[in-house]
């Protein structure tokens, strides 16, 4: 399986606090059949503003440390990139780390609302060749009242990722029966952990619970397919846009 929205580096953002904390997430992955994990730190949400050569240089040395302790693991370098007023002129400049360095981005709403002018906005990402992917979009309290709005901006071009967590409750009964939705109507391209930390009470880096129960609603090949063929697509930048 592939994760592409992870808090895995340490002392980036509200993620892993450690080095050590980061290889217990990374084996915890790893048993659980994650075998790629993009790193994903916040940045440009107001609190934290991490640059891509950060991103790159912590990601190289997770992936020393996964070598060393045997775990055989992969790290790669993206960020989750709130949604802010300069986004389009810190994207032409790559001040902003898409995943893998590809030409799909992910991106983070507020959690209570979808902002004003998003159509514009995803129109001027995508003329530059590149793809939205809108975090947690399942706990996003203007989606949950109003799913027709993120089912207009899926049939525009977007692309939306859901909490694992969120399948088996994480985040209370009325997200679940939303994610549940979403997925029931083929609104959902991936499965991700958005993993913060290595407690098992908490959001940690697992995926097949959560693949379990959504083959409960889809079928296993088609749930396969969220952690696995379209996580795949995404981090080898297949089947973006031409600018």
Request: hydrophobic content about 40%; some cysteine.
């Amino acid at each position: 399986m592939i994760d592409i929205h992870s808090h895995i580096l340490p002392n980036m953002d509200d993620g892993a606090s450690s080095w050590g904390i980061s290889l217990k997430m990374c084996q915890q992955a790893y048993e659980d059949g994650i075998k790629t994990i993009v790193a994903t730190p916040h940045t440009l949400n107001g609190i934290y503003d991490n640059n891509p050569k950060s991103i790159e240089e912590k990601v190289k040395i997770l992936n020393q440390k996964l070598k060393e302790n045997n775990i055989s693991l992969q790290v790669l370098p993206g960020s989750e990139v709130h949604l802010s007023a300069d986004i389009i002129e810190k994207i032409k400049k790559q001040k902003i780390l898409t995943l893998n360095k590809t030409n799909y981005i992910l991106l983070e709403f507020p959690h209570t609302q979808v902002p004003l002018h998003i159509e514009e906005i995803l129109f001027q990402i995508q003329i530059m060749g590149i793809t939205p992917i809108f975090s947690h979009v399942e706990r996003n309290l203007e989606f949950q009242r109003k799913p027709y709005l993120l089912a207009n901006l899926i049939q525009k071009g977007a692309l939306a990722q859901l909490t694992a967590a969120s399948l088996c409750g994480g985040f209370g009964s009325n997200t679940r029966k939303f994610a549940q939705k979403l997925l029931a109507n083929d609104l959902i391209y991936c499965i991700a952990s958005d993993a913060h930390s290595d407690s098992k009470s908490g959001r940690n880096p697992i995926l097949s619970k959560e693949v379990a129960e959504a083959s409960k609603i889809i079928g296993q090949n088609a749930a396969l397919d969220l952690v696995q063929t379209n996580p795949q697509k995404i981090i080898m930048n297949q089947g973006t846009i031409i600018s």
